[in-house]
């Protein structure tokens, strides 16, 4: 059974950063691409940030190119999603997510597994 759990979020205020943690469980963490996606009150789960396996490769929504950026240490099982120049529509659960072998990339229906979500608030 693989575990993932977050932390690091928080409150912030605009233009500020954060840095969120995903430990994983499980020795083959470091074979899957992981996830970000985030999700507000009444709206669907929306793709954050990816990165394969090996870490060469990451890949971004529009809404946060060139201010967030994932990586991951292999070594600790952990995916971290480092965040700056935050705003106020950046305010949404974020969820870490186990890519499927297969698949694309940007939909929640090509991951299997969750955490539990760390909530970030940016403040005006």
């Known amino acids: 059974q693989v575990q993932l759990v977050e932390s690091g979020g928080g409150l912030v205020q605009a233009g500020g950063s954060l840095r969120l943690s995903c430990a994983a469980s499980?020795?083959?963490?470091?074979?899957?691409?992981m996830g970000w996606f985030r999700q507000g009150p009444g709206k669907e789960r929306e793709f954050v940030a990816a990165i394969r396996w090996s870490g060469g490769s990451t890949y971004y929504a529009d809404s946060v190119k060139g201010r967030f950026t994932i990586s991951r240490d292999n070594a600790k099982n952990t995916v971290y999603l480092q965040m700056n120049s935050l705003k106020p529509e950046d305010t949404n659960v974020y969820y870490c997510?186990?890519?499927?072998?297969?698949?694309?990339?940007?939909?929640?229906?090509?991951?299997?597994?969750w955490g539990q979500g760390t909530q970030v608030t940016v403040s005006l």
């Open positions: 997510a186990r890519k499927l072998y297969t698949g694309g990339l940007y939909s929640v229906y090509d991951y299997d597994y």
């Open positions: 499980g020795r083959t963490f470091s074979s899957y691409a």
